[in-house]
């Protein structure tokens, strides 16, 4: 079975050096990587360039103008020849080298579309402590009304699945991630398998968590997202997961 895994890119000559390492030291060999990259300024591009050799033909990419990073996973996911597609962002990396590996064991059966793990929150400056641990091990669909998702880094899905699901809806700031698994498991009724596997080391300080102002935008859409696929929720019931994520940083 064939992995592809997508990295989107922009200006990430600091740390897509350590993402694509940690493609290239996975146990699993039948891996295609595929870098969107949007117009890199920086050092991106030599870096990338410096590494295809080392893929022996498995990596393609391309660089260019986008519509942001929904679209730019779009376009990963079109260019994707793999049976399964899963993405890894272009600051994260994986948390060892077994985790494609133990990805696709997990999906032993035609009937399993989709597989999922856990990921942990670090600095930049101190990687070696975990500040947060999201474990998706309690997801089940009707959380998604309250905000809760499996942990997308760790979201592995066959790939005509997402063709018969359309593309991430680009008119989303923040949480086209989180509509996609609404769409996926309310409006497609997916079967879905979580293991208990560190998927991926991500380094805190995304978009959705920036600032009062992007968390308020994350929440209108998550309200919105279900509110486009027939599930009820309000404001209230999504604010939930802020609650809950306080939890998480306590436990470490």
């Not at 975990?130 to 998702?149: A, C, E």
């Not at 996926?184 to 997916?190: A, V």
Request: overall charge neutral; hydrophobic content about 35%.
């Amino acid at each position: 079975m064939r992995i592809s895994i997508v990295t989107v890119a922009y200006n990430s000559a600091k740390t897509i050096q350590k993402t694509i390492t940690s493609v290239l030291e996975q146990s699993y060999n039948d891996i295609e990587y595929i870098i969107v990259d949007g117009g890199s300024t920086d050092m991106t591009l030599d870096i990338i360039s410096h590494y295809e050799p080392l893929f022996d033909g498995r990596m393609k990419w391309k660089s260019e103008a986008d519509k942001g990073i929904y679209d730019a996973m779009n376009k990963g996911i079109s260019m994707a020849t793999g049976d399964v597609v899963g993405f890894l962002n272009s600051d994260d990396y994986y948390t060892s080298s077994t985790v494609v590996e133990r990805i696709c064991d997990a999906f032993d059966s035609e009937s399993t579309d989709a597989v999922y793990g856990d990921i942990h929150f670090i600095r930049r400056s101190n990687p070696d402590k975990i500040i947060r641990y999201y474990s998706s091990s309690k997801f089940s669909p009707v959380w998604l009304r309250f905000g809760f998702m499996p942990a997308h880094p760790s979201f592995y899905l066959r790939r005509k699945r997402y063709e018969q699901a359309g593309g991430y809806s680009t008119d989303y700031r923040i949480a086209a991630d989180y509509e996609m698994m609404v769409r996926l498991f309310h409006k497609w009724h997916i079967r879905a398998k979580y293991i208990p596997v560190d998927c991926v080391t991500m380094c805190t300080g995304g978009v959705s968590t920036r600032n009062i102002h992007s968390k308020i935008v994350l929440l209108n859409e998550d309200v919105r997202a279900c509110r486009e696929n027939g599930v009820y929720t309000n404001i209230f019931m999504v604010s939930l997961k802020v609650l809950y994520k306080i939890f998480e940083y306590r436990r470490w």
